[in-house]
């Protein structure tokens, strides 16, 4: 019996060809697609979209209506915008009014595109024996733990483990990643030879097309700009303007450069110091999802990543109790920032992650 695989289609090359090469191989393919975008579509196109989220939505799903002809596959686009809005837009927006550096595709992830439109699919009748998307991962069983394993994909450059880290066993156990033994060169060059549209087509750089403050609405209000002694150096914008690292946007005058060490939510103010005030070496993190392991019981040597750009560094976590990790860093990371993802590695395997709560001075 030829096994059913559904493709979580985005418009773009990475999903076009995930959907080419089973199709290749002899699989049962059904495209499906989301729509997430409430707003206007004629404000913006995709030649100018370097988000996932904003106008041109309506030219990916056609570029994805395309791939889908062309590979004669069926093609199901499914309206997830609202959930979308409040399960994605309204984190992000609470999480930058809180002083906090949210990860959107981390949670998207996680309960949008293999949650709420796998759900979706289901419940439309649609049969399928596993979901395949375009990250660059892979999965697989581990006999001896008796679990699936998420690793990173071969291709460093654009490996996506890192976006991945909070999918359950269920989901680990249904989704496939056949991009992950490739490199980014090597899906372009199968999507010339598939004759698909999308083979040269950019690809999305960022949460939002247009930069994300046009998410925060109004109400983000002015406040101070302190120094780390707490003398006012000038006033910001609104506290969602701004992350830990940042050095530009402050409009300070002044011998040396200054940059966003903390945010004070509370006070509505942000902090300034000098670049070796934003090194820390030693983390909170909570909201814990374990993948290699079904829990932390004790410390252990791994590599924690703290942001999507940035190498895992060497460190040791432990747990404090059932909802908070302390890591420890071998060498001091610059520019931690409360509400990003930390994801645990050993060598090429996720053993977890969480969301960075605290910063310990």
Known sequence: ?????????????????????????????????MKIYGGDESTGSTRLRH????????EDIEDARKVAETLGIRLEVFDLSQEYQATILEYFEAEYRAGRTP??????????????????????GLDFDFVTTGHYARVEYHPQSARYRLLRGLDRGKDQSYFLFRLSQEQLRIVRFPLGDLTKEEVREKAQRFGLTVA??????????????????????????????????????????????????????????????????????????????????V?????????????????????????????????WIEPLDTRQTRVTFKEPQVAPAPG??????????????GTLSNIIP
């Open 1 to 33: 019996m030829t096994r059913k695989a559904l493709v979580a289609l985005s418009g773009g090359v990475d999903s076009a060809v995930a959907a080419a090469l089973l199709k290749d191989a002899g699989y049962e393919v059904t495209g499906i697609m």
């Open 51 to 58: 988000g996932c989220y904003g106008p041109g939505e309506s």
């Open 103 to 124: 990860n959107p595709c981390v949670r998207c992830n996680q309960t949008i595109k293999l949650g709420a439109l796998i759900d979706r699919a289901k419940a439309s």
């Open 200 to 281: 040269d087509k950019p690809e999305s750089q960022n949460f939002v097309s247009g930069g994300y403050r046009q998410l925060l609405g109004h109400g983000s209000e002015a406040g101070p700009i302190l120094d780390e002694s707490g003398r006012v150096l000038g006033i910001h914008p609104g506290i969602a303007s701004f992350t830990i690292g940042q050095r530009h946007g402050l409009g300070l005058i002044g011998p040396e450069p200054r940059y966003v060490t903390a945010i004070d939510a509370e006070r509505n103010a942000i902090i300034v110091g000098r670049r070796e005030s934003l090194f820390r070496d």
């Open 283 to 315: 983390i909170l993190v909570v909201g814990l999802n374990w993948i290699s392991i079904e829990r932390l019981d004790s410390g252990r040597e791994t590599a924690a990543q703290i942001r999507s750009g940035a190498p895992a560094a060497a460190a």
């Open 340 to 353: 990003q993802a930390v994801v645990f590695y050993e060598g090429d395997v996720v053993v977890g992650g």
